[in-house]
């Protein structure tokens, strides 16, 4: 029997985690909870939709929280003494309003925190959009840009980035510029622009790479690029986000424990700037973390051809219109395609490094 | 890197879980959603209620979710075909009309495994009450003796053993003919009561043991009775009755695969009549489950005293009343006793056998 030591690489943590819940598959909270608890780090839901299925089905039932609702939840916490948080993990929210709660739940941890710096961080996914469109309330777009004020580290896709910084990204350098206009008018230390296609924005980068950009900020404000490359898989996931955000709740925290003493008890873990880029707690936490997500898509994708191949030919067409069969089709595919996280958790737990962190200057 | 079957001992399960959901700390699903996942099962959640922090604290806050939510999600789940579960896991059900609710759901279940028998089982936790005391209204107790007649096993404690057999248990005989009186009554085919006191009635067994007894009916009507004795804890957790549930899935089912391919094809897993009480599935399992339940307790002791002493006198009294200061010092002991599973799940995983089931005959 391992100790429990041995047992849980990452330093105990407790986290507070914000965002939707679904019933069937992987996705906000039912993926990035079962992802930490399988690090080791204890983890307090707040779920932001209790929904049947992710969206990616096209057809969902459920409801909504309430922002009132989410306060009434961290209200309980607070008059029982529950709010020993070391860390807030916040994804989609379905309102303006619900992104504004969650953004006074985290001043709230971090006014509990005064005096003890580095002692609470809040790791902020500013779920807005993609690909060039919004799929949230317009209200919802100004109600992260107050929010974010507030974040140790933010985890926007490309789209988003655009969104936050007002720069149309259509090349590398606008990309580099963008978050540095991050860093700058947010006062955001940490950046993470999640699945970045570099060969799009003119870059010699292969196409079948996807490419993770990553930053902590100096003391002059500037940035610190990191990129990491990775293979792009040929399939539609849902809940990567989640994913990502949930391993990197663990694992930075675990490198910036293993730099010693000092930077976890420095404000916002923003490392000294003598580190160079790939040094960077941030760099060494993305390799870990995208190291187990590639191991887990590719058991997925070798899981989901077999599940398509013993599922096809099953759906009788009929008395079922074109446009009918193709709906049961799209949801035979997504089931298929569900992120395999339970029965590969040894992936997140013990991941084979297969990528390494690369300075990025434009 | 071990592979995906030997991380994962358990077959692969798919359980719909009905039960409670709270923020903070481990009962109902919140419980028993990383207990089955941490064995490899791919858990769909339907929460009954969302509360901050379990009872125990005497105060929370939060909603209920009502029936027809319940029903809602279910529908969400048909409407999509994502109801290839092996087993329903229910719990706590705050109204008669969701226990009515989560009754319709195995029943729909159960029609859509016809001509597969095996193929679908129902776990049932029929939360009533405890120690002479109901703490649902009353119109559930009537909801659930309809609901059980579909029931493949059920874990009453004493007092609900009480309320669905009818029969006042003040001796081992009582306890005897009361679960005979289940298996005939409801036509349940398994029946584990947990945690009884048999000291207490008139056993020569141990004050300081506790008893788990159970039973797979035969097919006469009679029962096959054993017991498992486990020392008892001096400590007041909660979520245990959860852990117990959400073990038993995977190991009954881990323990039904290991006799060979016709116990799983048969309905209900009822072995044979020539299979003796502690040759049964349902003790193989309740022996690991307890041994993986005992270690975790035991853990969870030794950092409630840890954390008892590093939280001692920092509840500053002044302005506070005797009483105020009582419940704070209620909440600081329950907070503490929360059950330690997270840093310990390779107690779930990889238990070491301590307990033995024995024939129990009266």
Same mark, same amino acid.
């Given at each position: 029997?391992?100790?429990?030591?041995?047992?849980? &690489?990452?330093?105990?943590?407790?986290?507070?985690?914000?965002?939707?819940?679904?019933?069937?598959? /992987?996705? $906000?909270?039912?993926?990035?909870?079962?992802?930490?608890?399988?690090?080791?780090?204890?983890?307090?839901?707040?779920?932001?939709?209790?929904?049947?299925?992710?969206?990616?089905?096209?057809?969902?039932?459920?409801?909504?929280? %309430? *922002?009132?609702? +989410?306060? %009434?939840?961290?209200?309980?916490?607070?008059?029982?003494?529950?709010?020993? /948080?070391?860390?807030?993990?916040?994804?989609?929210? @379905?309102?303006?309003?619900?992104?504004? !709660?969650?953004?006074?739940? *985290?001043?709230?941890?971090?006014?509990?925190?005064?005096?003890? &710096?580095?002692?609470?961080?809040?790791?902020?996914?500013?779920?807005?959009?993609?690909?060039?469109?919004?799929? +949230? *309330?317009?209200?919802?777009?100004? *109600?992260?840009?107050?929010?974010?004020?507030?974040?140790?580290?933010?985890? @926007?896709?490309?789209?988003?980035?655009?969104?936050?910084? $007002?720069?149309?990204?259509?090349?590398?350098?606008?990309?580099?510029?963008?978050?540095?206009?991050?860093?700058?008018?947010?006062?955001?230390?940490?950046?993470?622009?999640?699945?970045?296609?570099?060969?799009?924005?003119?870059?010699? %980068?292969?196409?079948?790479?996807?490419?993770?950009?990553?930053?902590?900020?100096?003391?002059?404000?500037? &940035?610190?690029?990191?990129?990491?490359?990775?293979?792009?898989?040929?399939?539609? /996931?849902?809940?990567?986000?989640?994913? /990502?955000?949930?391993?990197?709740? !663990?694992?930075?925290?675990?490198?910036?424990?293993?730099? $010693? @003493?000092?930077?976890?008890?420095?404000?916002?873990?923003?490392? @000294?700037?003598?580190?160079?880029? =790939?040094?960077?707690?941030? !760099?060494?936490?993305?390799?870990?973390?995208?190291?187990?997500?590639?191991?887990?898509?590719?058991?997925?994708?070798?899981?989901?051809? +077999?599940?398509?191949?013993?599922?096809?030919? =099953?759906?009788?067409?009929?008395?079922?219109?074109?446009?009918?069969?193709?709906?049961?089709?799209?949801?035979?595919?997504?089931?298929?395609?569900?992120?395999? +996280?339970?029965?590969?958790?040894?992936?997140?737990?013990?991941?084979?490094?297969?990528?390494?962190?690369?300075?990025?200057?434009?």
């Amino acid at each position: 029997m391992a100790s429990a030591q041995e047992e849980n &690489p990452v330093p105990e943590t407790k986290v507070l985690a914000v965002a939707s819940h679904v019933s069937y598959g /992987f996705v $906000g909270n039912t993926m990035a909870t079962f992802v930490m608890q399988s690090l080791g780090c204890e983890v307090a839901g707040i779920n932001t939709v209790h929904y049947s299925n992710h969206t990616g089905y096209r057809q969902v039932k459920g409801t909504k929280t %309430t *922002a009132e609702e +989410v306060r %009434t939840l961290y209200d309980g916490l607070t008059q029982s003494y529950l709010t020993d /948080f070391d860390v807030l993990l916040s994804g989609y929210a @379905p309102t303006a309003a619900v992104v504004e !709660a969650v953004g006074d739940i *985290a001043q709230d941890l971090k006014r509990r925190a005064e005096g003890k &710096p580095g002692s609470f961080f809040w790791i902020l996914d500013p779920v807005m959009g993609d690909l060039g469109r919004l799929y +949230v *309330a317009e209200d919802v777009v100004p *109600a992260y840009k107050k929010a974010i004020h507030h974040a140790d580290l933010i985890l @926007p896709n490309q789209f988003e980035t655009e969104i936050l910084s $007002g720069i149309k990204i259509s090349n590398t350098t606008d990309l580099a510029n963008a978050i540095t206009s991050i860093h700058k008018t947010y006062g955001v230390p940490h950046i993470i622009v999640t699945s970045v296609q570099l060969s799009s924005l003119g870059s010699s %980068t292969p196409s079948g790479l996807m490419t993770v950009i990553g930053s902590t900020v100096r003391s002059d404000g500037s &940035p610190r690029l990191f990129r990491v490359d990775i293979p792009a898989l040929e399939c539609n /996931f849902n809940g990567t986000g989640d994913m /990502f955000a949930a391993l990197t709740v !663990a694992r930075l925290r675990e490198a910036v424990y293993a730099t $010693g @003493p000092t930077l976890r008890n420095t404000k916002s873990w923003v490392s @000294p700037d003598d580190v160079s880029p =790939t040094e960077l707690p941030l !760099a060494k936490s993305t390799e870990k973390v995208l190291s187990s997500m590639h191991a887990i898509l590719l058991k997925t994708m070798e899981a989901r051809e +077999v599940e398509l191949a013993a599922t096809a030919n =099953t759906i009788d067409p009929t008395g079922l219109t074109e446009e009918q069969f193709q709906v049961r089709e799209h949801l035979r595919r997504t089931k298929a395609a569900e992120v395999r +996280v339970i029965r590969h958790a040894d992936y997140l737990r013990n991941p084979t490094s297969m990528f390494k962190a690369q300075a990025w200057a434009e």
